[in-house]
């Protein structure tokens, strides 16, 4: 699954050093209808955390939304951004701090940025242990509606204006995590465009992808074994 999700590939064509490709999909299904992929990003997640001494859940988040084309067998649910030129679907995302996906909802590119706003709070808020209290978001997601949607929950939204006079691109502060992570969606080529005929199917593709990510720097992070090995001398220090 991660071969599909980093190349790009079609199901079909998994190289034949991997398991049947129907078996892998039938995998990928009964996973999705179970929530195993997001649950394990979500105990990797806390873990990581951990690791870094922080608490297992986050106070703060960030909130943002990324627009891509569709292919054509991208029917169901689909829309045009036309903002952003976007044939296809609108993924909107919930981070924490260190940019680690905390949830994530997958619309047609035509609604509002603001609309599933309130839907990916409540589906993230709705488990327990959750700890949130202030989300951090961009000017679109405005207005006494939506401000009381996240009142429900107890969470205070803080919109992060761009700074009066300036041009061109200009690194927004807090905001900048969260277009890191959808930075980071497009080096899976399967995410770089639509290529799911079902929403929830794109759903799994980004965990699978944010997946990628977070096992990838959990293992950057760690301790190789040369270096774990008792009694090892300091290799020689540079000059």
């Given at each position: ?58 106070t ?65 808020m709705?488990?327990p242990?959750?700890?949130?209290k ?31 006079g ?74």
């Amino acid at each position: 699954m991660r071969y599909v999700v980093d190349n790009g590939a079609k199901w079909c064509a998994v190289p034949r050093d991997f398991p049947w490709w129907r078996a892998v999909y039938d995998f990928f299904r009964r996973w999705r209808a179970h929530g195993y992929v997001r649950e394990l990003y979500q105990w990797l997640r806390r873990a990581n955390r951990v690791a870094r001494g922080r608490s297992a859940e986050p106070t703060a988040g960030i909130i943002d939304a990324q627009s891509v084309d569709g292919a054509d067998i991208v029917v169901m649910s689909r829309g045009f951004d036309g903002n952003k030129k976007r044939d296809g679907r609108k993924r909107s995302i919930l981070t924490d701090t260190c940019g680690d996906l905390l949830e994530v909802i997958v619309t047609p590119a035509d609604v509002h940025d603001s609309k599933p706003a309130p839907a990916l709070l409540d589906r993230y808020m709705d488990e327990p242990g959750r700890l949130l209290k202030v989300v951090w978001v961009d000017s679109v997601y405005q207005g006494q509606p939506l401000a009381d949607a996240f009142a429900r929950h107890g969470v205070r939204v803080e919109v992060v204006q761009r700074p009066h006079g300036t041009h061109g691109f200009t690194v927004l502060a807090r905001r900048w995590v969260v277009e890191r992570t959808l930075g980071q969606f497009l080096r899976a080529r399967r995410l770089n465009r639509d290529h799911e005929r079902r929403p929830d199917h794109h759903e799994q593709m980004v965990w699978w992808a944010g997946l990628i990510t977070l096992t990838r720097r959990i293992a950057g992070e760690r301790r190789h074994w040369p270096d774990l090995r008792p009694g090892r001398r300091p290799g020689p220090q540079p000059a």
